[in-house]
């Protein structure tokens, strides 16, 4: 009924950059993606999953404070794709990475996406 679809993990060196793109398809009468809450979270080994960035209908943005003015997080509703820019990628980033759309009052996730920064 609602697929997530996370790409663009990897291996970058401290300092770097990656672009996460998340794809989502939805079969949901009445609906449409514009109408969704997208969020990024990400997950450590041995910590709990924590909310990055989050986008509104209307395009209104929210960040950790460990990612303000690193990361950016933008939609495209004619593609039905959310996408979060990481730029100066520190190794406390190191996380897998998962895209969340709330639809109706229900949480979907995507299978998640690893992100590894070395120093």
């Known amino acids: 009924q609602v697929q997530l679809v996370e790409s663009g993990g990897g291996l970058v060196q401290a300092g770097g950059s990656l672009r996460l793109s998340c794809a989502v398809s939805?079969?949901?009468?009445?609906?449409?993606?514009?109408?969704?809450?997208m969020a990024w979270y990400r997950q450590a080994p041995g910590k709990q999953r924590e909310l990055v960035a989050s986008?509104?209908?209307?395009?209104?943005?929210n960040y950790a404070d460990s990612v303000k003015g690193r990361f950016t997080i933008s939609r495209d509703n004619a593609k039905n794709t959310v996408d979060l820019q990481m730029n100066s990628l520190k190794p406390d980033d190191t996380a897998v990475y998962y895209c969340?759309?709330?639809?109706?009052?229900?949480?979907?996730w995507g299978q998640g996406t690893q992100v590894t920064v070395s120093s």
């Open positions: 939805a079969r949901i009468f009445g609906s449409s993606f514009g109408s969704y809450f």
């Open positions: 986008i509104s209908r209307g395009d209104t943005t």
């Open positions: 969340s759309a709330l639809i109706r009052g229900n949480n979907w």
